[in-house]
């Protein structure tokens, strides 16, 4: 079975502070994302990374940037945090194969206060 | 624009009584279909892919259908534990490797 893992499920942060949500999975996948999921909106795509050192800016990508160091591992990173990015944060990564699915991780739910 | 929509929004089942959901897409080139389960404070959970168009995917009382412009998830005889919001989801060509969600549609059974 694939395994997503985020380090934290429960964050509380305060606005303006540099946090770093961190993501990995075990399955050798090319492709991983960060996602942000609010009611009423559903999941929104932030940005993706197709291999190492590669990234590709998602639907709402501003007020975030990525870092994919190693292809296991992919970060999320909030520069200044703000309330408005208070969420749940979810990580997903998928094989190279045609129309092979998301495997996602528990989410982090983040606060910003 | 590609576009996915889930209805109902929220549905309340009993025990037992069978409905459907609903999934319709607008996209300019389907790749795959994807359905997922997501329980609370949880993250989505894989269910089935379908490809094209007549294809049918079935996984305990779940079975997913897709024709050209919609897909269905049918729940036969619902029970309490399938409480859950259900996902729908889509990879179209020009989209690369991201899929398109829908805003789910959360579903309540009650005994």
């Known amino acids: 079975d694939v395994k997503v893992t985020q380090s934290s499920r429960y964050l509380v942060k305060r606005t303006g502070e540099k946090v770093f949500l961190e993501c990995v999975q075990d399955?050798?996948?090319?492709?991983m994302f960060w996602y942000r999921q609010d009611p009423g909106l559903g999941l929104r795509l932030i940005y993706f990374?197709?291999?190492?050192?590669?990234?590709e800016k998602g639907d709402i990508p501003e007020g975030y940037s990525v870092s994919r160091e190693k292809k296991e591992r992919f970060s999320l990173i909030l520069e200044s945090a703000s309330t408005n990015q208070t969420s749940m944060y979810l990580c997903?990564?998928?094989?190279?194969?045609?129309?092979?699915?998301?495997?996602f991780g528990n989410g982090t739910r983040l606060t910003v206060t | 624009e590609d576009q996915v929509t889930q209805s109902p929004e929220a549905l309340r089942l009993q025990e037992g009584e069978s409905s459907s959901l609903n999934c319709s897409y607008t996209v300019s080139g389907l790749r795959g279909l994807f359905w997922y389960r997501q329980d609370p404070g949880k993250g989505p959970e894989f269910l089935f892919t379908?490809?094209?168009a007549g294809e049918e995917k079935e996984k305990e009382r779940l079975k997913a259908t897709l024709t050209k412009k919609e897909s269905f998830l049918h729940i036969t005889a619902p029970k309490p534990e399938d409480s859950a919001t259900y996902l729908c989801a889509v990879q179209v060509v020009q989209a690369g490797t991201a899929l398109i969600f829908g805003k789910g549609t959360t579903l309540s059974v009650s005994s």
């Open positions: 399955m050798d996948h090319e492709n």
């Open positions: 379908l490809y094209s």
């Open positions: 990374s197709y291999d190492v050192k590669m990234k």
């Open positions: 997903a990564s998928r094989g190279r194969g045609r129309a092979s699915p998301l495997h």
